[in-house]
C-alpha cells in the first residue's frame, strides 16, 4: 500500500503506507515535507528557476549538502548518480550529529526529469552505522517522485 501524492509543486509521489504530509513546510516557501516511518524527513524543494540541466543539479546536490558538511560539521559519506532509470539524478549523503548527539545522514539530491528539476533532501536517524550510507534507500525514496 502507498500514499499517493500530487503536489502543487509539480510532481508526483507514491510514498510508503503511513506517509504524513506536514500541512506546513518548515523548509520555507516553494516546500513540501513528509514524514516516512523510521524517523526519516524528505523535504522536496521546488527551484527550477536556479536549475535548467542536469550538470546544474549535481551542482545544487553539492550546495545543499555544503551545510551539512560545514555548519553542522558533518563528513561526506557517499556521492554520485542514483542510476533510475528516466532520471537524471546525483545525490551527496552527509553523516552529522545533532545537538544532543543523535547521528543522522542527509542525502542532498538534484533531480532532473523530462526537462524539469526538483531537489529533495532526506535525513534519517542512523540506527547501524556499519549500514551507512545506505544508497538502496535513497533510490526508493527518490525513484518515488516523478516530474510528469
Given at each position: 500500500?502507498?500514499?499517493h501524492i500530487e503536489s502543487p509543486l509539480g510532481f508526483t509521489a507514491d510514498f510508503p503506507e503511513f506517509t504524513q504530509a506536514f500541512p506546513e513546510s518548515a523548509a520555507g516557501p516553494?516546500?513540501?515535507?513528509?514524514g516516512l516511518l523510521g524517523g526519516v524527513l524528505v523535504t522536496v524543494i521546488k527551484d527550477d528557476n536556479a536549475v535548467q540541466d542536469a550538470p546544474q543539479a549535481t551542482g545544487w546536490a553539492h550546495l545543499m549538502s555544503a551545510y551539512y558538511l560545514d555548519e553542522r560539521g558533518g563528513t561526506r559519506l557517499a556521492e554520485g548518480s542514483l542510476d533510475l532509470p528516466g532520471k537524471d539524478s546525483y545525490a551527496v549523503m552527509v553523516g552529522f550529529q545533532e545537538p544532543d548527539g543523535t547521528a543522522k545522514v542527509a542525502s542532498a539530491v538534484g533531480v532532473f526529469e523530462n526537462g524539469r528539476?526538483?531537489?529533495?533532501?532526506?535525513?534519517?536517524?542512523?540506527?547501524?552505522?556499519?549500514?551507512?550510507p545506505q544508497a538502496d534507500r535513497l533510490k526508493d525514496i527518490v525513484g518515488a517522485i516523478s516530474l510528469g
Open positions: 500500500m502507498t500514499v516553494n516546500t513540501e515535507q513528509y528539476f526538483i531537489g529533495v533532501v532526506v535525513v534519517w536517524p542512523v540506527v547501524d552505522a556499519g549500514k551507512e
